[in-house]
């Protein structure tokens, strides 16, 4: 079980065990689902409508942008910004998971809650995140520039990413977006935690003789519906957070259709809602559903 339980059988996990565990299941998830984050961020970048029936941008949909990349970047080019994207899984699931074993044994001992009741679940995991989230949007930042890039390559490593951006635009440019990243984050990793809890409830207890693996694959099942379920939920501020911090990163863009410069969270969302209607806020979804059902599936699977 997830979060500090008194009641479980054997010694409790320490925030260190925590922290070292979703680690692990952060490095390897980030492996499974970079393909489908960079198509999600191809997506979320694009002014233009994503659609299949009225094309007008230069991504149409799933199939048609992955063979449009694979053809003109190569089998790679699913994987690129995987050094940051993989640095920020780590740091990120050991930061969201420590915390968040901390803030419920801490609820327990300090407070009359239960430390396993699903709405201290929703406040413990929110918190986890915005701690995990200040401390990781510096690779964040670096992994959507690097997964934004086309062939025409505006930087060549991680080492040179970091030095350009710090000389051109200051270090306040590696928390770009922040703002609705903070917003989001908070109920997106509270529902996850929230809907965990309550599918894990729900579901009857996996049969004795299945041993561990059981158990294991009810986390699998519990973690991907409560995944897909928050990311729904806060989907918009992703795509806000994804548009702002490409922000003085235009020229790198300028191949893959029309680019917009936004002073803020605020004129963001007006631009796009202007633009590209409501429909704008959720370009992306379909891929970042099937990432979400498998990365927070596997999380919860391996944690």
């Given at each position: 079980m997830v979060g500090y339980d008194p009641g479980a059988q054997g010694a409790a996990h320490s925030p260190e065990e925590a922290a070292l565990s979703g680690s692990a299941a952060g490095m390897v998830t980030r492996v499974l689902i970079s393909p489908l984050d960079v198509l999600k961020?191809?997506?979320?970048?694009?002014?233009?409508?994503?659609?299949?029936?009225?094309?007008?941008?230069?991504?149409?949909?799933?199939?048609?942008?992955?063979?449009?990349?694979?053809?003109?970047?190569g089998l790679s080019a699913f994987w690129k910004g995987h050094i940051p994207a993989q640095l920020l899984s780590i740091c990120f699931g050991a930061v969201q998971f420590a915390t968040f074993e901390c803030l419920t044994e801490a609820v327990h001992k300090s407070t009359l809650y239960d430390g396993q009741t699903a709405?201290?679940?929703?406040?413990?995991?929110?918190?986890?995140?915005?701690?995990?989230?200040?401390?990781?949007?510096?690779?964040?930042?670096?992994?959507?520039?690097?997964?934004?890039?086309?062939?025409?390559?505006?930087?060549?490593?991680?080492?040179?990413?970091?030095?350009?951006m710090c000389r051109s635009e200051g270090v306040l440019s590696f928390y770009r977006g922040l703002c609705p990243t903070l917003v989001a984050v908070f109920p997106y990793a509270g529902l996850q935690f929230y809907f965990y809890n309550v599918f894990k409830k729900l579901l009857p207890p996996a049969p004795k003789e299945t041993g561990n693996l059981g158990g294991h694959l009810k986390s699998l099942v519990c973690g991907s519906g409560a995944g897909m379920i928050s990311k729904t939920i806060t989907y918009p501020f992703d795509l806000f957070k994804k548009r702002l911090q490409v922000g003085g990163f235009e020229a790198a863009r300028v191949q893959f259709g029309q680019v917009?410069?936004?002073?803020?969270?605020?004129?963001?969302?007006?631009?796009?809602?202007?633009?590209?209607?409501?429909?704008?806020?959720?370009?992306?979804?379909?891929?970042?559903?099937?990432?979400?059902?498998?990365?927070?599936?596997?999380?919860?699977?391996?944690?």
């Open positions: 961020i191809r997506f979320q970048l694009q002014i233009e409508r994503v659609s299949s029936r009225r094309p007008e941008g230069k991504y149409r949909g799933l199939f048609q942008a992955s063979r449009c990349i694979y053809s003109e970047e709405g201290v679940h929703f406040v413990c995991g929110g918190l986890a995140a915005c701690s995990a989230t200040v401390v990781c949007q510096p690779l964040d930042t670096l992994r959507t520039r690097f997964a934004a890039q086309g062939e025409t390559k505006v930087y060549r490593n991680m080492r040179h990413a970091v030095s350009t917009r410069s936004y002073r803020g969270l605020v004129d963001c969302m007006v631009q796009i809602a202007k633009e590209e209607g409501v429909r704008g806020f959720f370009k992306g979804l379909s891929a970042s559903l099937v990432k979400a059902a498998l990365s927070t599936g596997f999380t919860f699977f391996l944690v």
